[in-house]
C-alpha cells in the first residue's frame, strides 16, 4: 500500500528565527567593512594610492610640497636703499708687532773730495796742501793745489776759499793740531758751500766753499793747518 508523503511547512517560529539569523548576519558584514572614524593613516594607504582627482583643489598648502616642487616666480622689483646703520664700536687695540731683523751693515762710506790744508807762516797767501806720505793713506782727493787758494785782499789770512768739480751737497772742517802750538788750541775752525749767493771774500773762481779760522776768544783771523771733507 503506498504511503502517503505530508507536505512541509515551516512554523511562524521557524521563519522568525531564519530572519533573525539573516539580518544578524548580514549587520556584521556591514560592521566589518565600515572602518572607524580617523583609523586609516599612511601605514593603510599604499604608494601612489592617492592620485591628483582624490585631491580636491585648494585643499593643500605650501607646507604639503617640496621646495624643489614649487614653480619659482619672477623677481620682485628692488627695494628701497636700507638707512645707514650706525657707528660700531671702536674695536680694541691690537698687539704690537714683534721687531725685524737687523739689516745687514752698509758699505763703508767715503767723501767724494778731501785734502789736509797748510800754511806758511811767512806769506799768509800760501795754502799747501799737505803731500801724501809714502806707507801712509793719502791725505788728499780729487783735490789739488789749483782747486786752493786763499781769501781775497784783507781776507787772506784766516780764510781759504775752494773750486770743486761740482758744487758740493755738504762739507765738515777739522783743526789739525798734530804741531799746533799751545796757544794756538782755542782755534775756531768753520765751512760754508754755494747756495747760489756770493760766500763772501772768495773769488769768484773758487766760491764753491769757504774754510774760516778764527780764535774763539779774540775773534782774529789766524792761519792754521786742517782737514776738510766735501760730499758733491
Not at 610640497?65 to 619672477?74: M, R, Y
Not at 623677481?75 to 657707528?87: E, F, H, I, N
Not at 725685524?100 to 797767501?125: I, K, L, Q, Y
Not at 771774500?201 to 771733507?229: K, L
Request: charged letters at 20%.
Amino acid at each position: 500500500m503506498a504511503r502517503r508523503i505530508r507536505s512541509w511547512r515551516p512554523s511562524h517560529s521557524t521563519v522568525a528565527a531564519y530572519m533573525a539569523l539573516f539580518i544578524a548576519l548580514g549587520g556584521t558584514s556591514y560592521a566589518a567593512v565600515k572602518l572607524p572614524k580617523n583609523s586609516v593613516g599612511s601605514t593603510q594607504i599604499k604608494k601612489n594610492a592617492v592620485s591628483s582627482s582624490k585631491v580636491k583643489n585648494g585643499s593643500l598648502t605650501k607646507s604639503d610640497f617640496k621646495a624643489s616642487d614649487l614653480p619659482v616666480g619672477q623677481a620682485g622689483a628692488q627695494g628701497a636703499k636700507g638707512d645707514k646703520g650706525d657707528k660700531g664700536d671702536k674695536g680694541d687695540k691690537g698687539t704690537d708687532g714683534s721687531n725685524g731683523t737687523n739689516g745687514a751693515p752698509g758699505a763703508d762710506g767715503t767723501a767724494d773730495a778731501f785734502a789736509r790744508v797748510g800754511f806758511d807762516g811767512a806769506d799768509a797767501t800760501l795754502r799747501p796742501l799737505e803731500p801724501n806720505d809714502v806707507g801712509f793713506a793719502p791725505q788728499n782727493k780729487v783735490l789739488v793745489q789749483a782747486n786752493v787758494v786763499p781769501g781775497e785782499g784783507g781776507a787772506a789770512t784766516g780764510t781759504t776759499c775752494f773750486d770743486l768739480p761740482s758744487r758740493p751737497a755738504s762739507a765738515t772742517v777739522s783743526l789739525d793740531n798734530a804741531d799746533l802750538a799751545a796757544a794756538d788750541r782755542n782755534l775756531v775752525a768753520s765751512v760754508a758751500i754755494d747756495r747760489g749767493e756770493d760766500l763772501g771774500d772768495c773769488p769768484a773762481s773758487h766760491n764753491d766753499a769757504r774754510v774760516r779760522i778764527v780764535d774763539g776768544n779774540t775773534a782774529t783771523a789766524q792761519n792754521a793747518r786742517f782737514f776738510v771733507w766735501f760730499e758733491l
